[in-house]
Nanobody, 127 residues
Framework: QVQLVESGGGLVQPGGSLRLSCAASGFTFYNYVIGWFRQAPGKEREGVSCISRSGKTTYYADFVKGRFTMSRDSGKNTVYLQMNSLKPEDTAVYYC????????????????????WGKGTLVTVSS
């Protein structure tokens, strides 16, 4: 049974930090490019960050560059999204997804279907 399970969301004040995790199971994790996407109320889903199978290549959307860092631990079948300097406009449900074959940029910007999706975790940035 394929699963992507996100965790780590919550309420944080502007300027604060959160670390999201996405634990994968039921498929060959190493073979897949993994991405973080988000969807705010009333808005379309957008790519936030994607990481290559090896973890050596990452893509970041312009609106998170310099604030968010994505990493993966293949030994734990888990990816992380460290989010710093959070802004109210970062408020959204954050989803992780897995896709193959693809590249980090194609996955994050292509808008196409993914092989697997998680159910999401809510991040709320508010004072």
């Amino acid at each position: 049974q394929v699963q992507l399970v996100e965790s780590g969301g919550g309420l944080v004040q502007p300027g604060g930090s959160l670390r999201l995790s996405c634990a994968a199971s039921g498929f060959t994790f190493y073979n897949y490019v993994i991405g973080w996407f988000r969807q705010a109320p009333g808005k379309e889903r957008e790519g936030v960050s994607c990481i290559s199978r090896s973890g050596k290549t990452t893509y970041y959307a312009d609106f998170v560059k310099g604030r968010f860092t994505m990493s993966r631990d293949s030994g734990k079948n888990t990816v992380y999204l460290q989010m710093n300097s959070l802004k109210p406009e970062d408020t959204a449900v954050y989803y992780c997804a897995a896709d193959f074959p693809t590249t980090v940029q194609a996955m994050c910007t292509g808008g196409g279907g993914m092989d697997y999706w998680g159910k999401g975790t809510l991040v709320t940035v508010s004072s």
